[in-house]
């Protein structure tokens, strides 16, 4: 009896006009901006290439690319505006990134701040919204059409019938996807520039799981209300409003309401720390840009430059690292408040798989500045011990990346929250089910 | 007539989607109204204290100006927050200052300022009250009656058009009054008449953006019979118009465009300063050698006069960036114009002062007040030191002994700084800033008529049965 009523209910909606619409919109959306973003992240790539052979090679200061993340071509995320390039030397702690030409980004600030086009983006919104249309009328429709109360006539206890139709309604929304996935998976890998690890299939698997666990979030809903809602049209209404609600407001304001409730210091305040500790060190530089301004410096010269150039900057980076402290608390909150929202949920998940998020961009900070650390040692061996200078080598750049493990250990609590929505929206349809008025 | 405008009416407002959207409507438009006060009160402190400062320390070795943050900022911010603060005038030579992005590691979103509202919030909703107006009473079977009565279908639906007009703007007026309220009555200083009077041709714009909307939930409501698929089909065209085709238009266009890209240029500059400047600098010892110069003094004027030669390549170099960065800014606009949105975010932008046009008067008048500095250092000092992103100091020998040439600093100016000129922004007269408005209203009114035609014309010809 399960089996004929989700054999039913599949082909139903395999029938309906509403599910090919969706369907398709879905597979040529898909298809264009995959096309489009591989193509991007080709370009970068590539510049990327071209700029590290030329440009990291300067020996007064310490150039670090950074490269984009070939996942960027599925969840752009952060990864385009961050820039790619940061400059240090020794009076300054590489610690912002801009442009290759010193430019910070971004670029057309009319049309920042939109949502990239990306996999991620069609999921989060075109197809929860197609799972709506798919699921609103599982229940109110045969309800209005009367059809409800002759199907429960038949010797077929509730719950089958409520778990027959999620079943199926599951199984077409997780097919959609899938078609979509395969179709953009392909295309990624079919592209001469883009190499696949065994790390990246892993990290591409979670986002298509943690997809699925979000499209069932919102198919959940759906027949939420349309056991609750007993007209089809009026189911539909609700669950717009829900879908408004949780994918456009709710993570825009909860991030507008995070930069109000952890403020960070002004501008002013921030030049001013510094300015105390640029006049902590002015005597100091003076003396030490003199000594070395003669002709002739002399090696203990250029240490005691080194030195207090370096100490300057560490002293400054204090600052600003206190700085990122902050904005990273800033965006702990932001996460943290948005969490209510299926959509900002999914879209941090999918960030961390793809290695877009602020925390990949800090873990290559920290890189960046370990790297500086051993250039201003190696810099005053040069004085010190020519000798172990000339043997000595700068340590090339590389920072640790999160593992596949240690991402999935840090995404594990938002997918459970993700899980846990839509087990709730389903035990309340289900309750509810159990207990509506057929008549 | 009057009569289907006021039953329509009352069926809007009795509906759920009318009441959110009245509730909504005030809850953003108050929530806008303070964030922005916040914020613009923040904005012109800095602003104020930066001012006075660089005012009160007028120097010949360079000045920087800084933009005044437009009061009008609630209506279009325009991405200002992502624009450089200002620009350091130096030598002839304007540097954007950095830009901070201070929460660059938050979500991305876009400002809560009425532009988004409209683009992205009402604009739904228009569909949202309108997508049924043929296609559910069809379903329902009530349009065969209506029209059953000596009623043509023309007016029927400038009927319907009309109330979803009226529905969508009850609650946007609502809205918009308490924005207005909250910062006039919370922004120090208030607004001024000139900057209100602006507002009701952003209002005009807006009518034209909902009408472009109520006309297509009209035409996709005539042409397909069922109502479910008609708001599916509205809205795949209400994402692709607010978000797809503006988002991908700067990605296309980086990719369409033939001008060096950020990387080129970078890769461009190194070899372009090594040749025009530094090979030249280190030729000079070679001279020394073959003894060219006779005194000190003479190789510094060399060093320097080769410097300003490769000043003058190197803002060459940074123009032409420049250009580049603008040609692929402006085919990224060109092609985001497919969008209504982004027709309707371009005229607001540019009605207010603010966007790419606002960003441009600014930097025409930076030009301007640049060239009055380097007429007053000419007058006072007789000579003009260029200042570049960068500088050099390197050790030679002459007759046995070492010294240091470095680049030259540009002239502090001791003297009477009372005629320095003062820089006073002017934003665009109302007469200019709807002149660059009027294409993309244009482009909205067309539109608005292509879509007037086709509703009519698929609503004439709809079976009704």
């Known amino acids: 009896m399960f089996k004929t009523i989700v054999v039913r209910e599949i082909l139903e909606y395999l029938k309906s006009a509403k599910f090919a619409l969706g369907l398709v919109i879905t597979v040529v959306l898909v298809a264009a901006s995959t096309l489009i973003n591989v193509e991007d992240y080709a370009l970068r790539h590539q510049d990327f290439l071209d700029a590290k052979k030329e440009l990291q090679a300067e020996s007064q200061r310490v150039n670090i690319l950074r490269g984009p993340q070939v996942l960027s071509a599925l969840v752009r995320g952060k990864d385009k505006d961050l820039g790619e390039l940061v400059r240090g030397w020794v009076g300054d702690v590489p610690s912002e990134l801009s442009g290759t030409m010193n430019v910070r980004k971004p670029k057309f600030p009319s049309l920042a701040r939109l949502s990239a086009v990306d996999f991620a983006f069609l999921v989060r919104v075109v197809m929860s919204l197609m799972v709506i249309f798919l699921a609103y009328g599982a229940v109110a429709e045969e309800k209005a059409a009367g059809t409800l109360k002759l199907v429960l006539s038949n010797a077929l206890p509730r719950d089958k019938l409520l778990l027959g139709k999620l079943a199926s309604g599951l199984a077409v929304v997780l097919g959609a996807l899938a078609v979509a996935s395969l179709l953009a998976v392909i295309f990624l890998m079919l592209h001469p520039a883009v190499s696949l690890t065994g790390s990246d299939i892993l990290r591409i698997a979670g986002m298509m799981a943690v997809s699925a666990l979000y499209l069932s979030v919102f198919y959940a809903l759906g027949i939420f209300v349309s056991v609750k809602v007993d007209r089809p049209a009026v189911a539909l209404m609700v669950l717009l409003q829900a879908w408004i609600f949780l994918v456009v407001l709710y993570p825009n304001l909860s991030v507008t309401l995070a930069e109000r409730l952890v403020p960070l210091p002004s501008e002013q305040t921030v030049a001013a720390e510094k300015a105390a500790v640029g006049d902590r060190f002015r005597k100091d530089i003076q003396e030490v840009n003199e000594k070395l301004g003669q002709a002739t410096p002399t090696a203990e010269d250029r240490i005691r430059f080194n030195k207090v150039w370096s100490q300057d900057a560490e002293e400054i980076f204090k600052v600003d690292s206190e700085f990122s402290r902050l904005q990273t608390r800033q965006m702990n909150a932001a996460e943290l408040l948005s969490s209510l929202s299926p959509a900002a949920l999914y879209d941090q998940v999918m960030n961390r798989l793809a290695r877009t998020d602020i925390r990949e961009y800090e873990r290559f900070m920290e890189g960046a500045v370990r790297l500086w650390r051993s250039y201003v040692e190696r810099l005053n061996l040069r004085y010190t011990d020519p000798e172990a200078y000339k043997k000595s080598q700068l340590p090339d750049f590389g920072y640790a990346s999160d593992s596949t493990s240690q991402t999935i250990a840090a995404v594990w609590p938002q997918a459970l929250l993700l899980s846990l929505f839509s087990l709730v929206f389903f035990s309340l349809a289900y309750t509810g089910f159990l207990k509506k008025d057929l008549r | ?465």
């Open chain 2, 1 to 465: 007539m009057k009569t289907i405008i006021h039953r329509e009416f009352l069926d809007h407002v009795q509906s759920l989607q009318f009441i959110i959207l009245f509730v909504l409507s005030i809850t953003l438009f108050a929530a806008s109204g303070f964030v922005y006060v916040r914020a613009q009160t923040e904005r012109d402190v800095y602003f104020r204290t930066q001012m006075t400062q660089a005012e009160r320390y007028p120097s010949t070795m360079g000045v920087n100006l800084f933009r005044r943050p437009n009061p009008l900022g609630f209506v279009a911010a325009g991405g200002d927050q992502d624009r450089p603060s200002g620009y350091a005038v130096q030598g002839g030579e304007l540097t954007p200052l950095p830009v901070n992005p201070r929460t660059f590691k938050l979500p991305a979103i876009p400002a809560l300022d009425w532009s988004f509202l409209i683009r992205v919030l009402f604009s739904l909703y228009v569909i949202l009250l309108g997508y049924n107006a043929v296609s559910g009473e069809k379903e329902l079977g009530t349009l065969r009656l209506v029209l059953a009565n000596p009623l043509g279908r023309v007016k029927l639906l400038v009927g319907k058009y009309c109330s979803i007009m009226g529905a969508t703007l009850v609650p946007f007026f609502a809205g918009v009054l308490v924005n207005l309220i909250i910062v006039e009555a919370f922004l120090p200083g208030g607004l001024a008449a000139a900057d209100l009077g602006r507002v009701p041709f952003v209002l005009l714009l807006t009518l034209a953006f909902f009408s472009l909307f109520a006309l297509l939930s009209l035409l996709f409501s005539s042409l397909i019979s069922r109502s479910s698929l008609v708001l599916l089909t509205l809205l795949a065209v209400w994402v692709l118009f607010a978000v797809i085709i503006p988002s991908s238009s700067i990605v296309l266009a980086e990719k369409m465009s033939t001008a060096p890209s950020e990387v080129e240029s970078a890769r461009n500059f190194e070899p372009m300063v090594q040749k025009e400047v530094w090979a030249r600098i280190a030729g000079i010892q070679g001279r020394v050698n073959r003894g060219e110069f006779q005194t000190e003094d003479e190789i510094r004027r060399e060093t320097d006069r080769i410097f300003e030669e490769g000043q003058v390549k190197v803002t060459e170099f940074y123009a032409n960036y420049a250009r580049a960065e603008n040609e692929r800014a402006r085919k990224a606009k060109a092609m985001s114009r497919i969008s209504p949105a982004a027709l309707f975010q371009y005229a607001a932008e540019d009605i207010v002062g603010t966007g790419d046009t606002g960003e441009e008067n600014f930097l025409s008048q930076c030009r301007e007040y640049s060239r009055a500095v380097d007429d007053f250092i000419l007058r006072k000092l007789g000579r003009i030191v260029r200042v570049s992103r960068w500088s050099f100091s390197t050790n030679m020998e002459f007759q046995g002994k070492p010294i240091v040439v470095s680049s030259p600093q540009p002239p502090n100016y001791q003297g009477d700084m009372s005629d320095f000129p003062k820089f006073v922004e002017r934003r665009p007269a109302f007469g200019e800033a709807f002149k660059s408005a009027l294409g993309d209203l244009a482009g909205l009114l067309v539109w608005n008529i292509l879509l007037a035609g086709l509703a009519f014309s698929a609503f004439l010809r709809t079976d009704v049965r």
